[in-house]
């Protein structure tokens, strides 16, 4: 069972690395569900992976804007070039999820932004929970090329969706991983892990209140970071749910 951590700074990677992940989804504005991070974020997070002797950890998010996940021509061309840029500083892979006005996997997208990966590792992200057949559209992803799959199940949380996870990994072809993310819990890792999925994904963050002047342009000073004993308990319960689960 692998586990990845949503971070969007490297205090949350160096949470991550200390404790015992097995990569990170690196993006930035992780409270509106996450954006593209810089380069130099990116490059920083690869040295810090690798300094910790971590190789194949720092995955980034490949999404332009907030909203919705139908993008223009001129917005999948931004981030088939933010694709090239960040697997140049370093990324091990991309994570990409994209829909047509109709709810479908959007094939042309998608296949743009898998030829810029260039044989790197394509995670597909919750994009496919707002598909109009979510069932279909982690196929469609796979076929395209994507060889990890994020998604809740198509519920709101993933310990909602433990019904359709179950159908999903068994409708995928091998090589192709299931990873259960959205409002994970420790409370909901046992049921997740029964589904058959390979991976866990959470943030484990916590809103503070930054005491730094922000003033009108800064907005309400309130944020959320990685917290590291929240990671840690459910890193912690993930690997012990396993263990059980091993000697059933």
Do not use: W
């Not at 057949?133 to 969706?161: F, H, K, M, N």
């Not at 916590?206 to 990671?231: E, M, Q, Y």
């Amino acid at each position: 069972m692998k586990i990845e951590v949503c971070v969007q700074d490297l205090d949350g990677v160096r949470c991550a690395i200390e404790a015992g992940a097995d990569r990170v989804e690196l993006c930035s504005a992780l409270d509106t569900g996450g954006l593209t991070p810089s380069a130099g974020l990116v490059e920083a997070a690869v040295e810090l992976a690798r300094d910790a002797g971590r190789r194949d950890f720092v995955q980034v998010l490949i999404r332009s804007r907030t909203g919705g996940f139908v993008y223009s021509r001129c917005e999948i061309d931004v981030m088939r070039r933010d694709i090239r840029h960040l697997l140049a500083a370093g990324a091990d892979g991309v994570v990409i999820g994209l829909l047509t006005a109709s709810g479908d996997v959007d094939v042309a997208g998608s296949e743009a932004l898998v030829d810029a990966a260039d044989g790197n590792f394509v995670t597909y992200h919750r994009a496919v929970d707002a598909a109009r057949e979510p069932l279909q559209a982690v196929a469609d992803a796979a076929r395209l090329g994507a060889r990890r799959i994020l998604t809740s199940g198509a519920a709101q949380a993933a310990g909602d969706g433990v019904d359709m996870l179950k159908l999903m990994v068994a409708a995928l072809p091998e090589g192709v991983a299931v990873m259960a993310g959205g409002g994970v819990t420790e409370e909901s890792v046992p049921g997740l892990l029964a589904t058959g999925i390979q991976a866990i994904h959470f943030s484990g963050r916590k809103l503070t209140v930054d005491s730094a002047p922000s003033g009108p342009g800064g907005g309400d000073g309130i944020r959320s970071v990685t917290h590291p004993a929240i990671v840690e308990r459910l890193v912690r319960t993930v690997r012990s749910a396993e263990a059980v689960m091993r000697t059933r």
